[in-house]
């Protein structure tokens, strides 16, 4: 299940589920019974920091910023905004002109903004940048419209590709991070959500030295004040 209906809310988890026997990056559990009469089973979690829909921290690009500890809660949690920029071109890049369209006078401080387009795929496959890539590309003209309008994170469809070239994504990674804003590595039933605007949540492990983490992302609509 991925929507969920609780006290007149509605609830979606936009998490990509992990599944250890599938997944293709470093994912292994361990489970032991450390004996006795009654039966205690532990598990060793070995995983890597980005996997599956995960939460990047600026520490991701630069070992004097803030990691996935030194950031407050209140950087994983807020107010979330989608936009899926479907009049966009195939193989576009995010413009602030794009940006202003679609969100300008949407945007608050302290937003998280969600990315995404028509031309969906799954990121990080033998797919990516063949001629079956379609998805619209983030760059330093993307990264420096969310550092003008304060947004506290960006968070990405499978419409949004974020790693077609060197020269895109580290100016999108180091401009925005910069500034303390974090990522969201790829959302997933996006396609689920009924409003446009709506309560986010996704806070990392409050683990010291974590670049980044897998994280379990819902919205909440019709949650007062985030509306």
Known sequence: MSVYE?????IIDLTKCLD??????RC????????????????IVDLMSHLGTHCECPY???????????LPLTSFIGRGIYASLDDAAPNSHITAQMLDKALLGR????DVVILDSKYKLTPFTSATNTEAD????VNGETAQWMVDHKVKCVGFGDGV???NCNEDVKPF???CMAENITFLEVLCNLEELRRDTFFISFAPLYIKGLDSCPVRVYAIEGLDGFC
């Open 6 to 10: 609780m006290n007149g809310l509605r």
């Open 107 to 110: 945007v608050r401080e302290g």
């Open 161 to 163: 590709s974020i790693e």
């Open 134 to 137: 379609r998805r619209l590309f």
């Open 173 to 175: 990674h180091d401009i």
């Open 20 to 25: 250890p026997a599938t997944e293709t990056r």
């Open 60 to 70: 991701h690009h630069d070992d004097n910023w803030p990691d996935a500890a030194a």
């Open 28 to 43: 292994h559990l361990y489970r032991f019974n450390t004996g006795g009469p009654i039966p205690d089973y532990h598990t």
